[in-house]
């Protein structure tokens, strides 16, 4: 009945725009969303910028000075220029902001294809959109937007802005660019909500959807390190994977198992997979408290050897950090978590937390709660191994419902041609 039901949308011959700063080899679900889209019979022309997220450095092959042009898929890959992210120092971030979507307005205008439609998927910031309606108003076609990140909110995860002026200018901004598209789809309802009432009186005539962002399927996939086994097998280990950035709070993560390490009998390790703007920071701290045997830093990994390590994880870390704001949307972590069947430890409020106790999957702490998020680390130590993959699998099957790649492309789909 399930397939039945993911056959009934269908973009076979379509003509499709992607529009986003981050693609392959940047390790960001659009590269699957447009497999998905090519293998059920769409054309795919992607505008994107130049890999160096999130370390900051130019991938292998690229630069200011290589080549613009790539094949992905089938798909063909326009990029634009940038600033890179080298440091992910909050200058260096502001002008990878600003930079890509000017360069990107001037290809975008170049780039008339007949398309059917333009799909920005919107991470930060927010200036991707941009692009995206220079190209639909070239094209003369509807432009649909995924927001992933919620402006101006995200922006102050990253830049401190307290001047009230500045605020006001950065949401009336927001909410302009989200008003100029036709359609929106939202992380959750929390999300859609709260841009209904933002964006309702700037276009009486936009709609909103709600779709999870979707778990590649590579992340369920089982496979196994021996080395890994033989060097983790008989500790409790705790696991984060993603990017090290301050939206993750992972200070809190931090601080919580130093004081798990001395409340429990468990020898315990907490593995910290992926890159981004915080690692040095936080490796530092590691090293102050004397931790650095008990933390590891293991650096960004391919996605396909994630499950390396949720082989050997005891439980999933998925922290937020402490910001209101943030609460109205599901953490791409949570569905890849649950995807392993392992049990999750959230740190966070609101969809997020919501998700892992609708799952029966973990535990869930607030943000900045110290002490709760330690508890349940000890907890998750104490329990026995058929009640920790009890509540794996929980996880598991509510991913399967919600979050899977099946599920979720063919809901895309149907908004994308139902203008």
């Known amino acids: 009945m399930e397939e039945e039901h993911l056959m009934t949308s269908s973009c076979a011959g379509k003509k499709i725009l ?35 997220y999130p370390s900051g450095e130019w991938a292998e092959g690229y630069g200011y000075c290589g080549h613009r042009h790539d ?61 995206a309606r220079f190209a639909a108003w070239r094209n003369k076609c509807p432009l649909v937007t995924y927001v992933l990140d919620i402006w101006p909110e ?21 909410d302009k660019q989200y008003a100029a598209c036709n359609k929106l789809i939202a992380l959750s309802d929390s999300l859609a909500d709260n841009l209904f009432h933002r964006i309702k009186p700037l276009n009486p005539d936009i709609s909103i959807s709600v779709i999870p962002q979707h778990c590649e399927e590579v992340y369920e996939q089982k496979s196994f390190s021996q080395e890994l086994r033989s060097q983790f097998g008989s500790q409790c280990v705790f696991l984060f994977a993603g990017s090290i950035t301050p939206a993750q709070g992972l200070d809190t993560v931090i601080e919580a198992f130093s004081y798990a390490i001395k409340n ?11 890159d981004g703007m915080s690692r040095a920071e936080l490796q530092k701290t590691v090293a102050n408290k004397g931790l650095s045997e008990f933390i590891l830093f293991i650096g960004r990994v391919d996605p396909e050897v994630v499950p390396m390590y949720s082989d050997i994880a005891t439980a999933m870390i998925a922290p937020f950090a402490d910001n209101p704001e943030l609460e109205l949307t599901i953490p791409a972590k949570i569905s890849s978590c649950m995807a392993s069947s392992k049990p999750i430890l959230a740190v966070m409020r609101g969809e997020g937390a919501n998700a892992v106790r609708s799952a029966e999957c973990g535990f869930v702490s607030n943000p900045s709660d110290v002490n709760a998020l330690a508890d349940n680390m000890v907890k998750i130590a104490s329990m026995n191994k058929d009640a920790i993959e009890a509540l794996g699998s929980n996880g598991f099957n509510y991913y399967r419902e919600h979050f899977s790649r099946l599920v979720c492309l063919d809901k895309i789909k149907q908004v994308l041609f139902s203008i």
């Open 18 to 52: 992607v529009v986003t700063q981050h693609f392959y080899p940047e390790t960001f679900r659009i590269s699957d969303i447009v497999d998905g889209f090519i293998e059920d019979g769409a054309s795919v022309d992607v505008l994107c910028g130049i890999p160096n």
């Open 71 to 131: 094949d992905y898929h089938g798909a063909s890959v326009f990029r634009s220029g940038e600033i890179r992210r080298k440091g992910n120092t909050s200058v260096r971030i502001f002008l990878n902001y600003i930079s890509w979507p000017i360069t990107a307005s001037f290809k975008a205008l170049r780039l008339k294809n007949n398309y059917d439609v333009v799909f920005c998927y919107n991470t930060s910031p927010i200036l991707m959109i941009i692009p």
């Open 154 to 174: 995200n922006l102050y995860t990253v830049l401190n802005v307290q001047n009230s002026f500045l605020r006001a200018f950065a949401k009336s901004f927001c």
């Open 264 to 274: 429990s009998s468990v020898e315990m390790r907490l593995l910290i997979l992926g």
